[in-house]
């Protein structure tokens, strides 16, 4: 009969304690399983890639060339820097970089509806199929950042991400 019990092999840490790390030769040790990128989150970040430039090309549409820069056009300018920002974080995997990219993407979205809604009223025709066709970049950018890998992807909990929990101090 075997001397060692099942509770003395699975590690001398303890209950509550990560199992320590076994060397694997000259210094070597095993490092934490660094986890993958769930495989919308890039294309979350494309989406938010492309509410920035509809942001920027509603900008284009209400410059007059004959005026100068006007208040009004910060809005849309601050929107698209907002979703480029929204987009880097997802990529890379920040913590709350969901909601960004979510918050950056609904405001346009209900401006986009809203100038649908009122071409719609005044009679249709192209102008208002192609401000159908702008919603394609917040619908695809709600639709992918509020999945669940995105969304846990980009938890604000870093320590959570790399496997380990937050442990209480011992009283």
């Given amino acids: 009969m075997p001397s060692s019990s099942a509770r003395a092999r699975a590690g001398a840490g ?3 304690r990560p199992a320590p790390r076994r060397p694997l030769g000259r210094g070597f040790t095993t490092a934490p399983a660094v986890p993958e990128r769930p495989l919308p989150a890039p294309f979350a970040a494309l989406f938010g890639l492309l509410v920035a430039a509809e942001d920027l090309y509603l900008t284009w549409l209400l410059w007059v ?10 809005v849309p300018v601050l929107l698209a ?23 950056a993407a609904v405001l346009p979205l209900a401006g986009i509806l809203v100038l649908t809604v009122v071409l719609g009223l005044l009679g249709g025709g192209t102008a208002m199929w192609s401000s159908l066709l702008l919603l394609v970049g917040p619908v695809g950018c709600l639709a992918l950042t509020l999945r669940r890998p995105v969304r846990e992807w980009t938890r604000s909990a870093g320590s959570a991400r790399r496997g380990r929990r937050r442990e209480r101090p011992a009283r």
Avoid: K
């Fill in 14 to 16: 303890g209950p509550g």
């Fill in 65 to 74: 060339p004959e005026r100068r820069w006007e208040w009004y056009l910060a």
């Fill in 81 to 103: 820097g907002w979703a480029v920002a929204g987009a880097v974080l997802v990529f890379r995997g920040r913590g709350r970089g969901a909601l960004v990219l979510a918050g």
